[in-house]
Nanobody
Framework: QVQLVESGGGLVQAGGSLRLSCAASGRTFSTYAMGWFRQATGKDREFVASINWNVRNTFYADSVKGIFTISKDNAKNTVYLQMNSLKPEDTAVYYC??????????????WGQGTQVTVSS
């Protein structure tokens, strides 16, 4: 059974930083690409960042390129999202997932509970 447990969210002022973590299980983590997605209130879930199975390639949404960094620790079955220079528009629930393919970052259907990130102005 796939389990995705996101953590590390919180309330931060604009310009601040947060590091999100996602502990993933139920699939052979080291052989899967992973992605981060976010969903703001009243909006559709959107792609944020992805990383391929062997950590050699990363992809980012234009809105976070150069500001957010995705990383993957295959020994810990954990994927991270370092978020710097946060803006109020980054406020959302953040989710991770295993990916079916890259670079289109198609996620599987099962999602975790997500972690809330709130950026105050």
């Amino acid at each position: 059974q796939v389990q995705l447990v996101e953590s590390g969210g919180g309330l931060v002022q604009a310009g601040g930083s947060l590091r999100l973590s996602c502990a993933a299980s139920g699939r052979t983590f080291s052989t899967y690409a992973m992605g981060w997605f976010r969903q703001a209130t009243g909006k559709d879930r959107e792609f944020v960042a992805s990383i391929n199975w062997n950590v050699r390639n990363t992809f980012y949404a234009d809105s976070v390129k150069g500001i957010f960094t995705i990383s993957k620790d295959n020994a810990k079955n954990t994927v991270y999202l370092q978020m710097n220079s946060l803006k109020p528009e980054d406020t959302a629930v953040y989710y991770c997932n295993f990916l079916r393919s890259l670079p289109d970052a198609r996620p599987y259907d099962s999602w975790g509970q997500g972690t809330q990130v709130t950026v105050s102005s």
